[in-house]
């Protein structure tokens, strides 16, 4: 493809970009395709000759989008977000231009320098201390394993990646029951080990019992074990329930132990004063993850990991063959050296692209209006006697189910499975569950860019008539 044709090729795309933002609304939000039916209708082999980008589009529309499920319709409830923005999109594709692959400070100083300037950004945006370093990962669940290596390796005096885990005697690792399961595939593949992950009880809010977590863990070093590190999360992905910080924070402060925060989604609600008690106790955080590329309006993937002791960190992954030695290194950041992957792309730029071109006033806005449309959406639901509120609303996430009266909870538990079907196979709208007290429940999330109170309002109208449509028993 020669300059020329690329700038008509490109010229043609950005109009079918900026069609797609217009009419996002009208597609099924949830992909109704059968398994295989995709694969089935592309070319077993590849094509011998050159083909035009043209016949790509066509097939994009043809073959590609039915396949696609619309995270970014507003009437995407699912989940938790991953939301894209015009200003997240422009530089992505200044990104894929330059196309440079930001290992070391000097494959491109300027990534390097504007992901640190915006990890300070970041930092003080969310209101975490200012001895803080952060560092952009490509997802939390990554970042949680960078925070979980750093706790095994301080612990063990910087032994393990030498010596193995069998060198350190038995680690264990505690969340709560309702930790993201990131969290127990990040142990599984630290050589921690599944059954080394103690999982708290929570209280009625589903927040982790602080009290639980304290016998736990003295129960653990009567029995010899090695108290390594506790998993707290701001905003559980069930329900976005907030663990105690302060409380949890002060044992692992006692103990000696590793504190990592997992606010992969709650952490924009951070910006927000009126939810800096979330953070209360910050000064015994050791290590904190939040996902721009989930409320922030930032393009999947970016996830900002932040650390007290980048120090810790960059001896638990620096490693310096032969090849990668440059002549700027201890002067600068190499960021190769902050996590496991090696080659980085320039994600810094979307940050900053999305930062300036909302400005915090208006990121602000728009988290504040997502709060209030969940917690306007919770009353509507508290309002009818058929249905109930299953977890506290705080953020963007309300958790209820349809209960008529009269029904056992295995009746209501398949009457609302049926039901997350129903809504979800009208292409209308689409909605994922989670189960509380053994009960399914419906999680409805209010967090996609462009989604609005009267988005909330035509969705709870369809769920409360598709519900009571539906045939029980
Ligand atoms: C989404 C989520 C994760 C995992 O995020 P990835 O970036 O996809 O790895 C981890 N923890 C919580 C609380 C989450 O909501």
Redesign the pocket.
Known sequence: MTPDEFRKHAHELVEWMAGYMENVEKYPVKSAVKPGEIFNRIPGTPPLQPESFSFLMKDLEEIIMPGITHWQSPNFFA??PANTSPPSILAEMIISTLGAQCMNWETSPAAAELEEKMMIWLRDMIGLPDNFEGVI????????LAAILTAREKISGFTINSEGVASAGTLRVYCSEQ?????EKDVRISGIGKRNLVKIPVKEDFSMDPVKLDEAIIADKEKGYVPCCVVA?????GTTAIDPLRAVGAICHRNGIWLHV?????GTALILPEFQWMLDGKEYIDSF?F?P??WMFTN??C?AFFIRDAEALIKTFEILPEYLKTRTRGLVNDYRDWGVPLGRRFRALKLWSVIRSYGTEELKRKIRYHISIASRLSEMIAGEKDFEILAPVILNVVCFRFCPSGLSDDQLNAINEKLNHALNDSGKIYLTHTVLNGRYTLRMVTGQTNVTLDHVERAWDLIKNCARDLKIG
Request: overall charge negative; cysteine-free; proline content about 0%.
């Open positions: 989940y938790f990962q490509d997802t939390a669940s990554t970042a949680t930790t993201h399961s990131s969290v999360t701001i905003g559980t992905t997992d606010a992969a989604m709650a993850v996902n590329h989930k999947f993937d996830t």
